[in-house]
């Protein structure tokens, strides 16, 4: 939980994820799974892992997620193991997603958030390079942390973990 908290604030703070923190989140992870678990605590950490990196490289390939989420993905996969790790990335999407839409019509952004959207699958499935203007590199697009919004679930899974073990 302490990876995600600290890398949910510099996220929200300067909208980067640093190396020093995702390298050490998944050394500790690998660490502490196979101290406490041994061989299968290993392997769940190496299996999640390579399930967020690898779930998420499509997303930094097209230029929709940044490399540092990406890499908190997979320091997270080794302190989570793959179960917690895929619940925990589709707890982010829906958290980032009422973010998303929060800021969107905060600022008046819908209809052409929309059609953004619809150019990003286009460009998933036909395999290609959306255009400039759809990436993280377009200085108008409003982005979103999703540092922020992975750290948040992670907090929010601990906590009904917490309330659920009592």
Known sequence: M?????????DWRFRRIPNWLTVSGFAAGVALNTILYRWPGLKA???GTALGLGL????????????????LAGALGACLGP????????????????????????KGRLKRTLLNIAH??????????PGSELSLDDPQSTKIP???????TVVLFGI???MGSR
């Open 45 to 47: 950490a190496l299996l």
């Open 120 to 129: 990003l699958l286009a460009a998933l499935f036909s395999l290609r390079m």
């Open 56 to 71: 998420l490289l499509p997303f930094v390939w097209i230029r929709s997620l940044g490399a540092g989420d990406w890499k």
């Open 146 to 152: 999703f540092g922020v919004a992975m750290a948040l």
């Open 160 to 162: 009904g973990g917490a």
């Open 2 to 10: 302490l990876v995600a908290i600290v890398a949910g604030v510099l």
């Open 83 to 106: 179960r917690q790790l895929l619940s925990v990335l589709m707890g982010t999407i829906l958290v980032a997603g009422v973010m998303a839409l929060a800021v969107v019509i905060w």
